[in-house]
């Protein structure tokens, strides 16, 4: 490889394993002990990827005796293949991590299949009536929590699924349960309900919102819910009082939403710039002094967002392919990825090691940092 290549590779290229799948990857999950992550693709396949490094950046590494430069060559081999299914459905299937090594997959015939680390499929873990659209697994409560868009079902253990019943007859789309697994938030038509679930099944509360809600996403204890709306923004939803505010102004659906828990802070996609705020002074009742300025404005919005596990710092993922990792609050940015197809889901390790990347064009990618990286 000559020196003018050398000089064009990107931190993607030099850190990144990257598959070609033969259509888009809709969503991606870390399994729960970090070992593997599943990409869900919109032709109803599901592609399995060991998160080992055959090649970490570690063993790749070399700093000059002379300069004290440090410098990391390419990967020799290429990466080991994914492990690929059968389809599950005609479009893209729901996915959550499940086990230790493995994942729950919602298939259009009504059953939620336990997909091994190697790419085994276990018998039924739950079955309903009607193709699957949404799911959620609490390990902690050891509760699934399934939807067919228009009833929710839940199952504890591998026991029978308990249907949810509420009054309304709406699409039922996106689902989430707490992080202790006793709470459930449903997305229900342009609304949302919040269930207790730990024992007998019951209704805590309703909530209208201004538009269907896309994603949700808990706050790590629990306290709060970010709902990304499919037109006018996110809903931010307090718990202790059911009190709803809506956060407007963006020039996208917000697709992804993310809680950063070291920095105590809130994350959506959909605008042309990192949008973050401080929970120490959310962004309620129209209150901005917490917004954080992260990264820095461009012409091209953001599609997705994770935030790292154990440090102050968000990635982010835009329509135009690049990827970018901020320091929260500041618009110093790495830049990982300048260009490629546009960024359809991203999500951080465990132990922040590792992002997975999924893209329309079929991309799906685990880039490993070195250790020394994030100090």
């Known amino acids: 490889m000559n020196q003018q290549t050398m000089q064009n590779l990107t931190l993607f290229d030099l850190l990144a394993r990257s598959w070609r799948r033969p259509s888009a990857v809709a969503d991606l999950r870390f399994s729960a002990d970090g070992s593997t992550v599943a990409f869900a693709c919109?032709?109803?396949?599901?592609?399995?990827?060991?998160?080992?490094?055959?090649?970490?950046?570690?063993?790749?590494?070399?700093?000059s005796n002379d300069l004290g430069q440090t410098t990391i060559r390419p990967r020799e081999k290429p990466p080991?293949?994914?492990?690929?299914?059968?389809?599950?459905?005609?479009?893209?299937?729901?996915?959550?991590?499940?086990?230790?090594?493995?994942?729950?997959?919602?298939?259009?015939?009504?059953?939620?299949?336990?997909?091994?680390?190697?790419?085994?499929?276990?018998?039924?873990?739950?079955r309903i009536d009607g193709p699957i659209v949404a799911i959620d697994h609490s390990p902690r409560a050891d509760m699934t929590a399934v939807s067919n868009g228009h009833d929710v079902f839940v199952s504890r253990g591998q026991g029978d699924a308990v249907k949810l019943n509420h009054a309304t007859i709406s699409s039922t789309d996106a689902l989430a349960l707490s992080p202790g697994g006793?709470?459930?938030?449903?997305?229900?038509?342009?609304?949302?309900?919040?269930?207790?679930?730990?024992?007998?099944?019951?209704?805590?509360?309703?909530?209208?919102l201004s538009a269907r809600p896309v994603s949700i996403r808990w706050s790590g204890d629990g306290t709060w819910l970010a709902c990304g709306l499919e037109t006018g923004g996110f809903a931010l939803v307090s718990l202790a009082d059911g009190r709803v505010d809506i956060v407007a102004g963006f020039p996208s659906p917000v697709r992804t939403v993310c809680w950063s828990q070291t920095a105590n802070a809130l994350f959506a996609s959909g605008a042309f710039r990192i949008a973050g705020w401080s929970m120490t002074v959310p962004p309620v009742g129209g209150e901005t002094s917490g917004a954080l300025e992260t990264g820095r404005t461009g012409l091209v919005l953001v599609e997705a967002v994770a935030a790292h596990p154990e440090k102050k710092l968000i990635a982010a993922g835009y329509a135009n392919g690049?990827?970018?990792?901020?320091?929260?609050?500041?618009?110093?940015?790495l830049l990982v990825r300048p260009l490629g197809s546009a960024v359809t889901a991203l999500a951080w390790s465990g132990d922040g090691r590792h992002l997975a990347v999924g893209?329309?064009?079929?991309?799906?990618?685990?880039i490993t940092f070195p250790a020394q990286m994030f100090k």
């Open 322 to 333: 690049r990827i970018t990792i901020a320091q929260i609050g500041a618009r110093d940015e």
């Open 359 to 366: 893209a329309v064009d079929g991309t799906a990618a685990i």
């Open 42 to 63: 919109v032709d109803g396949t599901v592609a399995i990827a060991a998160v080992a490094d055959q090649e970490p950046p570690e063993s790749r590494i070399r700093v």
């Open 182 to 208: 006793r709470r459930l938030a449903c997305g229900l038509g342009e609304g949302l309900s919040i269930w207790a679930v730990e024992d007998n099944p019951a209704l805590i509360r309703e909530i209208s």
């Open 80 to 126: 080991v293949p994914l492990i690929a299914t059968a389809a599950f459905g005609d479009g893209d299937v729901p996915l959550a991590a499940y086990a230790h090594s493995g994942f729950l997959v919602g298939a259009a015939n009504g059953e939620v299949l336990h997909l091994t680390a190697d790419g085994e499929v276990a018998p039924p873990v739950v």
